[in-house]
């Protein structure tokens, strides 16, 4: 209950941020809608959005990165390989009572998304104050977890492990549920991020799933790009930890996209297929022989 009272208080906070000037001289804030076609962004301020977004993968306590992830879950983030605190918690605090404080993600990430529309419509210094806060607030939630005993992860070293043990995902034998594959991580053979997984599209015909949406750039789920990919393109680790695909920026940089909530226009899935399978029988996908 303290952390939904929190998050309102957050709403509540952000939505008079937007709505009042930062100082007296300045003009009212307005929504992104209502703001000029064309007005400057807060360019700088989203550089440290950015350069926020790698410190949190750098730094080992929040293995989501500028995703979907909230930090470490309590019981692990359930890559396959359980977080466990390196020592106990102490002065005669239990890890598990003490750690149940520690999750700020869901203000952070609040945070961080009211600072990027800042940025969108040119507020630079409403920006950099939201995103001031941010930090503040993941300070604190990385010295809670760094006090209690709570390792920092080798995210690079592990998702490499991960990367060499992925077997083709349409030869793995293996059913997955979407909420399995949802906000997956999409990565390269040498582990560069490509994105993460934003959807699945079924074929209508088949009813087989015939792509996955990869969601590329943005922060914190801002300002994507959705890329689909055919299905069989991808390798899946164990315990469908990260998703990889042999391909690499330039080509998913280059790649047909579709809209957040739909593949095509309504009764044109064979036209948009058509063009998305020609982009990737040009860029094929090389998968490796199975072990």
Do not use: K
Request: glycine content about 10%; charged content about 15%.
């Amino acid at each position: 209950m303290r952390h939904r009272i929190t998050l309102w208080a957050g709403l509540a906070g952000i939505c008079i941020s937007l709505g009042t000037p930062a100082v007296a001289a300045d003009p009212p804030a307005t929504l992104a809608l209502a703001t000029p076609s064309g007005a400057p962004v807060a360019a700088a301020c989203l550089n440290d959005l950015r350069a926020f977004g790698t410190q949190l993968r750098a730094e080992g306590y929040w293995l989501g990165g500028p995703g979907p992830g909230y930090g470490y879950p309590i019981s692990g983030f359930a890559y396959g390989e359980e977080i466990v605190p390196v020592r106990p918690a102490r002065e005669g605090r239990t890890v598990a009572s003490s750690y149940t404080t520690a999750r700020a993600g869901y203000e952070i990430r609040l945070l961080v998304a009211a600072a990027n529309v800042q940025a969108q419509i040119g507020q630079q210094q409403p920006c950099e104050a939201t995103l001031a806060s941010a930090r503040g607030l993941y300070t604190q939630y990385a010295a809670r977890l760094h006090e209690d005993g709570f390792a920092r992860a080798d995210s690079p070293g592990w998702q490499l492990r991960q990367i060499a043990s992925a077997v083709p995902i349409a030869r793995s034998g293996t059913s997955y549920r979407s909420d399995q594959l949802l906000d997956t991580d999409v990565r390269d053979a040498t582990n560069e991020a490509l994105g993460s997984v934003h959807d699945l599209v079924i074929d209508p015909a088949t009813g087989r799933i015939a792509y996955i949406i990869v969601a590329r750039g943005g922060i914190f789920g801002i300002g994507e790009s959705f890329v689909p990919v055919p299905w069989e393109s991808f390798r899946v680790t164990p315990n469908v930890s990260l998703l990889v695909l042999d391909s690499n920026e330039t080509t998913m940089d280059a790649a047909p996209t579709v809209s957040r909530s739909r593949f095509g226009e309504p009764g044109r899935f064979a036209q948009t297929s058509q063009s998305v399978d020609t982009y990737w029988r040009a860029h094929p996908v090389t998968q490796p022989p199975s072990r």
